[in-house]
């Protein structure tokens, strides 16, 4: 069954495909630096009326919560990373990769740069996560 992006049932489902991810435990090993929250902005022409934040409890290879919150919570998340929905969805079908896109201001991190560059590997793999969610884009 495809998920909407992004609606809850898919942040459901990205939570799930983290939790099962071996590659992902692996490389997120020592992650113990703080929550995540990704902001797709808004897009009127799309129905995203507002910012949407995704918000995950990352802690040591394991997503413990995975939620869509409000504007205030997720910026109180210690590492944002935000962008619009077309490079959201660049990212999630594997034609941008995610750590080249934050080096090139094409997505924008609020947080310690450095400390996501160095696990690089588990922002990948993350990624790889999203992409294995079955997606359908609001623009398709």
């Not at 590997?121 to 992409?131: I, N, P, R, T």
Request: one cysteine or more; hydrophobic letters at 45%.
């Amino acid at each position: 069954m495809a998920h909407t992006f992004p609606s809850d049932a898919w942040v459901k489902a990205f939570r799930q495909e983290i939790n099962q991810s071996d590659a992902y435990r692996n490389s997120a090993a020592t992650w113990d630096a703080g929550d995540l929250c990704l902001v797709i902005t808004a897009n009127p022409a799309l129905g995203l009326k507002e910012d949407y934040y995704i918000w995950l409890d990352l802690d040591h290879g394991v997503c413990k919560k995975a939620k869509h919150v409000s504007s205030a919570e997720g910026e109180a998340a210690k590492f944002t990373i935000r962008a619009d929905y077309d490079r959201w969805k660049q990212i999630f079908n594997r034609e941008l990769h995610p750590i080249m896109a934050m080096v090139q201001g094409k997505l924008k991190v609020k947080g310690h740069l450095f400390i996501i560059l160095k696990y690089k590997q588990a922002a990948q793999d993350l990624v790889e996560c999203a992409s294995n969610v079955v997606t359908k884009f609001i623009d398709e």
